[in-house]
């Protein structure tokens, strides 16, 4: 705790001066070793004593100020978050650094922290890869809400991190737009989707971990990083004190270097098994009810909007480094379709949708679209959509199938381009065709979903709760058009 302390007094001094100086930066090992202090179970979910909780709070806290104030590329953030199956030897010869450009480092100060959490029980080496956190993390948060409270934690700040570094590196590309070398290519989003042994079909595995659901098939695939994470302690009465004391800057860290995870500390007993996902899987929930618990809670739902939207956008620039976009889209496809109504919404409402950058958005919404609407409508000229393609390709058609899911979730993906033509390019009245094409759609839609349907859209209940998602959507686009044609009819007079 005192070593945080004076880490943070260090990185935070002098940037109230009118000429701030250079900021100090331990080596790239002490970071590596605060990430993992920030999660690790026995300083959070069982630490040992009060200063625990601290020093993890503190290094997250630490972290938090070297990417505000010094950033990912001058911190070398990549070289401290390296992954043992990425790359280890760049930072085990990592040295003491500062950020001015008239400094440079010194071989002597080469300092190697002994210690299990520093080395073989670190974050970095206990996990797979990146995409491993994260799929596990997802599981905590359907499963293990403990735990989940600080993977939530961690993983907004990895996330924050790799926005900060492209963006860095987008700029990079801006300044010297003749440099042969893409900036982007050496991004740490890049490294993490490319590096150390992939397999050829890594990037259905990214999805699988950004979608992951907390069922057993999850849990297997995307296990926990350290062993017994998930236990607790048992109460503090029953639970013997330790009086070894951390000190950090002493190299002294009593039972924090101590992964063995002994039963003694740990309940006999595993917890109550968590109820089984529902948003995710395939039972029904009620329009009324919280859609986002079983996706995890909302910062959940939004901490996986925000890993798809960085996909998207490296697809975007550098599809020869990931993947192409279209493929990585009809992936989306793939996790987004088969989900329950509610779950559908979650993720295509506009809201969500703001995420993505708008021309991402309304190609995401229209790739799902055209996978469950009626084949009579026609495909619109070019992805860029206008108001004439949503009146003539989408607006006035049901879905493909009589499912009452289906038509409902075509309903909610026009709404949906409803929404983000009107809020980036405006809605005309159109001498109420918008209207025309609206009430046909509707009445189409409605006409249709006479049944629910026994193929992809099984297991969505009665029907009741997905026929209440269809008219609801209805009301709220003729709620929009209405407000159009008041519009125009007071512009008129």
Known sequence: VPALHLLISLITSGTASTTPTPAFLPPTQQLALAATLAVHPSLTTRPQSEDGLQASNLALKYLRLVLDLVGPVNGNLWEAFAFSTVETSSRRGARRRTTGDDLSPTKDDLDSIHGELANAGSVWARAQDFWHVVGWAFNCSLLHRRRWERWQLWLQYMIDVLGSDWTLRAQMRIDDPDNKQDPRERSMIVQYLNGGHTPARQERRILRAVFADGTSKSTGEFPEVWRNETKERKKDGDVKKSEAKLDIEADT????????????????????????????????????????????????????????SLLSTVSVFLPHTFTPLLTLYDLFLEHIRPLTVPSFFTLICPSSMRYFHPSAASSITQIILRSLIAPSAPPPQTDDLTQRDLERCYLPFPANTGSISDNAKVSLCVETLLRLLQGHCGLDWNDGHLQEALEQGIEAREQKAKKVGKGRGKGNGDGEDERTWLRASAGRMRGMVDLLRGQEQRHDE
């Open 253 to 308: 860290w009593g039972l924090y270097m101590n992964d063995s995870s002994s039963s003694s500390d740990l309940e006999n007993t595993p917890p109550p098994a968590s109820p089984p996902p529902t948003l995710l899987g395939t039972t029904s929930l009620s329009p009324f009810s919280d859609v986002s618990a079983p996706f995890g809670g909302p910062q959940s739902i939004v901490l996986r909007l925000r890993l798809l």
